[in-house]
Nanobody
Framework: QVQLVESGGGQVQAGGSLRLSCADS????????MGWFRQAPGKEREFVAC????????DYAESVKGRFTIARDNAKNMGLLQMNSLKPEDTAVYYC???????????????WGQGTQVTISS
């Protein structure tokens, strides 16, 4: 139904930017809300941002608000996360996920990508 693959991770210096992409190989991406989560070593998975199927509802974690921008292009079955002013605290594996409704709860998401590593050096 929905198969997600993240890309765009890498290593950058503090203050730099990265753009993550989430590609859906399925055919129903536009019917789902999309979320981004991250997990640092030794920590639980953390909500980052989400966007409704239409793009009309957007929510960000307080820690990334003003620095990250979530977007989607339903015609291309593509989700995006633009990350600016990156900090060492942003270092984590980032996951793209799809759900029936937008929200911050991990258990509400039915489909997950494999994750992409983001490393920010000081």
């Amino acid at each position: 139904q929905v198969q997600l693959v993240e890309s765009g991770g890498g290593q950058v210096q503090a203050g730099g930017s990265l753009r993550l992409s989430c590609a859906d190989s399925g055919r129903s991406f536009s019917s789902y809300a999309m979320g981004w989560f991250r997990q640092a070593p030794g920590k639980e998975r953390e909500f980052v941002a989400c966007i409704s199927w239409s793009g009309g509802i957007i929510d960000y974690a307080e820690s990334v608000k003003g620095r990250f921008t979530i977007a989607r292009d339903n015609a291309k079955n593509m989700g995006l996360l633009q990350m600016n002013s990156l900090k060492p605290e942003d270092t984590a594996v980032y996951y793209c996920a799809a759900s029936e409704n937008p929200g911050r709860l991990i258990n509400d998401y039915n489909y997950w990508g494999q994750g992409t590593q983001v490393t920010i050096s000081s």
